[in-house]
């Protein structure tokens, strides 16, 4: 008899909970984190890919869109750039244009089930190995950017440890509202899900399964200090979605890791704002 089914009904109750809160935290169209005028923000910004080289690339989670920002004069690196949860290539387009303008190429990706990819359900993990596919395939890439869980995706790839294939050697990384634990992520999730401590420990269960580690151990610090890699935090003091504080434990607890605070930006406009842009580009500049 599986185990599942030796539970008894009171017993099932919080693992139907945790299933139903894993589908629903799988889905990003359904998330919270979503804001009410996506679909303006989007069309808005697709207008700025009209420059870049789309490509749809087979991968082993889906098929993947990616787009290409190629420099008038040889490009001197590449940089992958990826977007957040519920986002698109896209929103990484003013990166993307100021690099290109000094001559690093830009490689963008709509991760599964966001933009124009494959699919209606991802998760971290997926993401992943849709973000070392795409660096396989349209390698080297040099560089790292991302975006709230966009670069904890980046850093599982970068650190390459089971279940990922192998890790990708990224030389540097720049980490623009990056979230630290991610049990913080799921925990907040499941307050705004109403769920019980046992529907909310099912529901972790089964991303450690994916991970194939435990919640608590899944921190951007860990991850960090295991790739040690130069990098940059970019976190504005006013995110209400990943708080400054994460930036700043990074920060402490990682020697090769510099935070840049940025006021007034949140969680998104920081994607669009010149001295973010700026301070990524400075930074990338330190590795001729």
């Known amino acids: 008899m599986s185990t599942l089914l030796s539970l008894t ?10 299933a139903r809160a894993f589908l629903r935290f799988c889905t990003p169209q359904l998330s919270d984190c979503r804001s009410e ?7 808005r910004a697709r207008f700025h890919l009209r420059s870049a080289r789309a490509q749809r690339l087979t991968t082993s989670v ?28 896209a929103f990484m387009c003013a990166f993307a244009d100021y690099l ?48 709230s869980v966009g670069g904890l995706a980046l850093l ?12 990708i050697p990224f030389e540097a990384y720049v980490l623009v509202a990056v979230p630290d634990r991610f049990a913080d992520v799921t925990r907040r999730f499941g307050d705004d ?8 420990a099912a529901f972790e269960r089964r991303l450690e399964r994916l991970a194939q580690r435990r919640i608590v151990d899944f921190t951007g610090s860990n991850f960090l200090t295991a790739i040690a890699r130069p990098s940059l935090l970019l976190h504005a003091r ?23 605070a940025l006021e007034g930006l949140g969680h998104r406009a920081i994607l669009y704002a010149p001295p973010a842009v700026r301070a990524a580009a400075a930074f990338l500049a330190r590795f001729p």
């Open 9 to 18: 009904e009171d017993d099932r109750l919080p693992e139907r909970a945790g």
């Open 37 to 43: 005028d996506h679909e303006r923000l989007v069309a």
């Open 62 to 89: 889906g098929e993947v869109q990616t787009y290409a920002f190629e420099p008038e004069q040889r490009a001197t690196a590449s940089a992958l750039l990826v977007h957040g949860w519920t986002g698109e290539a």
């Open 100 to 147: 290109c303008r000094r001559n690093i190429r830009s490689v963008l990706l709509d991760l599964p089930a966001h933009g124009q990819s494959a699919g209606q359900q991802t998760n971290l993990m997926d993401c992943a190995q849709a973000v070392h596919d795409v660096a396989h395939a349209l390698g080297p890439i040099r560089f790292a950017i991302g975006h």
């Open 156 to 167: 599982v790839a970068g650190e390459g440890r089971r279940p990922m294939p192998a890790p």
């Open 193 to 200: 899900q109403g769920l019980s401590p046992a529907a909310l």
């Open 238 to 260: 006013d995110d209400h979605e990943v708080p400054f504080a994460d930036a700043e434990r990074m920060a402490a607890a990682v020697a090769c890791t510099q935070l840049h």
